[in-house]
């Protein structure tokens, strides 16, 4: 297909467009004085510019796929997948950065920096060129970094914001390098031609194993593989809670998105719903080994923890093994589990880190001891807990919740694909993960409060927790709609 | 009322009482319990009608309810419908709801919760009697856990939290066998679908199917995931931890519906979807039965502790179960459900009666108690009528269907059976000694002022031991409902039989 020049393409890149002028909006409206008191006005022209973006991505979703910008960026029903799900995911972490006493003196930049990430989600998700998947991997990266440090005066977030800048240089510098050999051997920058090379010459295996590695590092980094995964934990602490929450989702699902992209695009040929590897590189084996080994050291690492947001963290890694384990599948199924996943997850997890900022803003912990007996604290307390229960039994993939689902589809894309022995270590690990779920379930139903505080405060975030838990619900039961979206969007331009 | 929807009615009217319960005040907690009830009653009163309506010569699914499509992109439907395996689960699963409902009046912890969960816990029972898709009954499946840990992690004994995750954590491991093989069975089925009916009526050949060795891994998912249920020798443990930790309701529900659930799906899913395996195996199932029956009776022989007696007495009596159905004999697989139901009526009146004694002492410790015969004379009888049906006295339904057992179960396996057979010397020995120590002998001081059964109490046994004595004197009404469709599967059965033969070294 031919590329679209420049003034082509802006018709396909609107949503990122009008993110962009937002972003600049923000930063022009900080300036005169007379706008400093009013603290909502920044969160305000986010949400408004998120809201445009996610309409004007729904009205081009039909628009044929495209390369564009000289073949840089495509577009193509999976980005507009992503498209959607970042700006919500960002839409969201607006709602839970203003209930959150954690962020209450943010200033106009943590909104614009929301906004730029946003760009860069798309940007990634969409790239179809080694140096594109760099920039956008660079533009999430550096503006996360800031994000996580946002908490002034306070330590532990300096110290999360360094540990990730360190890391992500180091990602990023290897990963690079990896692309460098990619290119070295194949000669292209672009997947799709870098595949046709492949199809002809059966290349330098070891050069390009080494390459790809190296590469994994970048992409493992995003979605916190092991063994990339050692700053999850620290950042996931130490950032404001509701950064927390964005990460864990947002770039998580960039990062998924671009390894399915490359891999799909660049390493396998498509042939009747299965993208079959191209010899010598038996891709799927290395990534189904990467899988194994993230959910696996998650999962252990989770039952020992004590904080609400390391235990997160390491479920984090564990459900990216889940998806990582439906990337390795190599057909459509493996993409649209990735993508029914993604959308399971956004609900599940940002539900379970509201009620990490909610008990926060109540009770001033994040020590999962002092979740003992939330249900019998009066106010909201059987309210929230049970919503945690849901998020937690979800997480778990318990019907009748949507991570359930989630789950059904990837153990679907996995069978499919004859990788049994991922299967059994899948729900091996699905046992697992039950132990440390009911744990905080146990805390909050069997034993009893430690004093009688009680939750009565910040009915917003209480309305949002209530809706993410009967979404959880409906949508494990009647899941259709889900179903049909990820249908939709598992529709690549190859 | 032709096309009245009376499965779905049944399976869902209980969350109609889950929806009431939160909107009433904490503080009225008698208006809490008879919601409750009441909200059990429309399945109960259904479960009438089925018991006349229900077409006995058929060995069809009846009252069949759809297929609608549920998500249709992945061919998963509602489907549901009942045949002559499941009408009388259907059945006990209503009539033993109800009870439990009434033997819970005297819950006074966190009421509304826990009436709450134990609606949910019904309509998740009766939901994976009835369904007849595959995908379905795995959600009605797992949504029976989560009530399930919660009744027994709150309102349980002193060790309720470990035997609650461990009840959760075992189940699981099943349940996540049985989505693999759903899975692999939804793909590589004709026009992969999750509709049992389908499943069981296509030779299952397609794609890795057509070799043995994953048809029996498939067959081995399913069969542990049902195992660890009933529960089979060596997946039991977690039964005595959760029986015993338990509320006296929830143990009733336990053993008297959870259980069957296990020895239902192996009815269900192994011996229909995969005849030839099911033959090759048989002989496991059948060696599982008898260590079942075997080992459980000498383990409650040695119990001091009232209540995992007869845990353990329910070990043993689902290895009747696994015995007739791997006998391959119309005899043996009928006594099987037979005694899948029977089991259900008289441990619940076990249980029940622990229930009561527990609710006045406070203590189960079976060397503690003794010459209760003269404080409590009625509950003796009560307790009589339950333990000489569990103990096989002819007259009672617990002798039927081990009799018909042991009759199927000697035509194949004879050395087996001999074995088993040694059982009800076993089981006499354990119950008896259990009825003197309790009731005979002197008397404990510390219970001479005990009350004797009162009205709720006696309402809760009085119809099981109503349905323990018809149905020991004229078990034909439950045989004949279960019969026709029964045969049908020890018949899908028959054409792999050549092997049976092969294997017959005991």
């Known amino acids: 297909m031919q590329p679209l020049d420049n003034i082509a393409s802006l018709w396909y890149f609107l949503p990122e467009s009008v993110l962009a002028l937002t972003f600049v909006l923000i930063f022009l409206l900080d300036l005169p004085k007379r706008f400093e008191r009013k603290r909502y006005l920044s969160p305000l022209i986010a949400a408004i510019g998120l809201v445009l973006a996610i309409l004007l991505t729904i009205y081009g979703w039909n628009f044929p796929k495209a390369r564009v910008f000289f073949g840089m960026i495509t577009v193509d029903p999976f980005t507009n997948f992503f498209r959607l799900f970042c700006a919500a995911t960002s839409l969201f972490t607006i709602y839970l950065s203003l209930r959150s006493n954690d962020l209450k003196n943010t200033t106009a930049e943590y909104w614009g920096m929301l906004v730029g990430v946003t760009i860069g989600m798309g940007v990634l998700a969409a790239s179809s060129n080694l140096l594109m998947i760099y920039l956008g991997l660079e533009l999430v990266s550096i503006l996360s970094f800031v994000m996580v440090g946002y908490l002034p005066g306070s330590r532990r977030s300096a110290e999360a914001a360094l540990k990730y800048v360190l890391y992500g240089a180091t990602a990023s510098g290897i990963m690079i390098y990896g692309l460098s050999f990619i290119f070295g051997v194949t000669g292209s920058l672009d997947p799709i031609q870098i595949r046709l090379f492949l199809q002809e010459n059966p290349a330098e295996r070891a050069t390009l194993f080494v390459g790809l590695l190296m590469a994994f590092a970048g992409f493992g980094y995003k979605v916190s593989a092991v063994p990339f995964h050692m700053w999850t934990p620290d950042v996931y602490q130490g950032a404001p809670t509701p950064v927390t929450a964005f990460l864990s989702v947002g770039p998580k699902a960039a990062g998924f998105a671009i390894i399915l992209r490359f891999v799909y695009t660049a390493l396998t040929q498509y042939q009747d719903g299965f993208f079959i590897p191209l010899k010598y590189i038996d891709i799927s084996t290395l990534i189904g080994v990467f899988a194994v080994a993230t959910m696996t050291l998650g999962n252990l690492v989770a039952i020992q923890q004590t904080n609400i947001k390391r235990f997160l963290a390491y479920s984090s890694i564990a459900h990216a093994g889940y998806m990582l384990m439906a990337a390795a599948s190599l057909n459509t199924e493996g993409i649209r589990g990735v993508l029914f996943y993604l959308l399971t997850y956004f609900i599940m997890n940002l539900g379970a880190f509201g009620v990490a900022i909610y008990v926060f803003n109540e009770l001033n912990t994040e020590n999962i001891e002092d979740y003992k007996g939330l249900s019998k604290r009066s106010g909201k307390g059987m309210l929230i807990a049970v919503a945690m229960a849901l998020f937690l039994f979800s997480l778990t993939g318990i019907p009748p919740t949507v991570g359930f689902v989630g789950k059904f589809y990837i153990f679907t894309a996995v069978i499919k694909a004859k990788l049994y022995w991922l299967a059994l270590f899948g729900v091996a690990n699905s046992v697992i993960s039950l132990y440390y779920y009911v744990r905080i379930v146990k805390y909050m139903f069997f034993d009893d409060p430690a004093d009688d505080r009680t939750l009565v405060q910040n009915v917003g975030l209480v309305r949002m927790l209530t809706g993410f838990a009967i979404a959880t619900i409906v949508f494990g039961i009647f899941w259709k709609s889900l179903a049909v979206l990820t249908l939709s969007s598992a529709n690549l331009l190859l | ?506």
Request: hydrophobic letters at 55%.
């Open chain 2, 1 to 506: 009322m032709q096309n009245f929807p009376i499965l779905t009615a049944m399976t869902f009217s209980p969350l109609l009482g889950l929806l009431v319960i939160p909107f009433i005040p904490k503080a009225k907690e008698t208006l809490v319990k008879w919601v409750a009830l009441v909200a059990t009653l429309p399945a109960l009163g259904l479960a009438v009608k089925l018991f006349f309506d229900f077409d006995r010569a058929s060995g069809v699914i009846q009252l069949a309810e759809g297929p609608i499509d549920w998500i249709k992109p992945f061919h998963i439907q509602y489907y549901m419908g009942i045949d002559g395996l499941s009408v009388t689960m259907v059945i006990l699963t209503a009539l033993i709801s109800t009870i439990c409902i009434i033997a819970s009046f005297n819950i006074t912890k966190q009421v509304k919760g826990y009436f709450a969960l134990f609606l949910l816990l019904e309509t998740g029972m009766m939901g994976t009697f009835v369904a007849l898709d595959f995908f379905l009954f795995f959600v009605f499946w797992e949504i029976m856990l989560l009530p399930m840990y919660f009744l027994i992690g709150i309102w349980g004994g002193p060790r309720r939290e470990y035997a609650a995750i461990k009840f959760f954590l075992y189940t699981l491991v099943g349940s996540v066998l049985m989505l693999l093989v759903m899975v692999a069975l939804y793909l590589y089925s004709d026009g992969n679908t999750f509709n049992i009916i389908a499943l069981r009526d296509q030779v299952l050949h397609l794609g890795p199917l057509k070799s043995n060795s994953f048809r029996v891994a498939c067959w081995a998912g399913l069969f542990i995931a049902f195992a660890i249920k009933v529960p089979v020798f060596p997946f039991h443990t977690w039964l005595p931890d959760a029986h015993v930790e338990a509320p006296t309701a929830i143990s009733v529900i336990l053993a008297g519906i959870l259980l069957k659930l296990g020895t239902y799906g192996m009815l269900r899913f192994n011996f229909p979807l995969f005849p030839d395996i099911t033959v090759q195996l048989v002989k496991w199932i059948a060696v599982l039965g008898v260590i079942n029956i075997i080992y459980g009776a000498l383990c409650a022989m040695a119990q001091k502790d009232f209540k995992k007696l007869i845990a353990y007495s329910s070990v043993s009596h689902m290895g009747f179960c696994l015995l007739g159905m791997a006998s391959f004999t119309s005899e043996g697989i009928n006594g099987a459900v037979l005694q899948m139901f029977n089991h259900g009526t008289i441990t619940a009146q076990l249980f029940l009666i622990v229930g009561i004694i527990y609710d006045r002492a406070h203590h189960r410790d079976l060397n503690g108690f003794g010459g209760l015969a003269t404080t409590m004379p009625r509950y003796a009888v009560w307790t009589a009528i339950a333990f000489f049906a569990a103990l096989g006295l002819p007259g009672l339904s617990g002798f039927i269907s081990e009799a018909l057992v042991f009759l199927g179960a000697y035509k194949n396996w004879p050395g087996l059976t001999a074995i088993a057979v040694t059982s009800v010397v076993l089981t006499a020995a354990y119950m008896l000694w259990t009825m003197q120590r309790v009731f005979l002998g002197p008397v404990n001081e510390k219970h001479k002022g005990f009350p004797d059964i009162n009205k709720r109490e006696v309402l809760c046994l009085l119809p099981l031991a109503l349905i323990v004595l018809i149905l020991g004197v004229y078990p034909k009404p439950a045989i004949d409902m279960m019969q026709v469709t029964l045969n049908g599967i020890n018949q899908m059965l028959l054409p792999y039989g050549g092997k049976v033969a092969s294997i017959l070294g005991f």
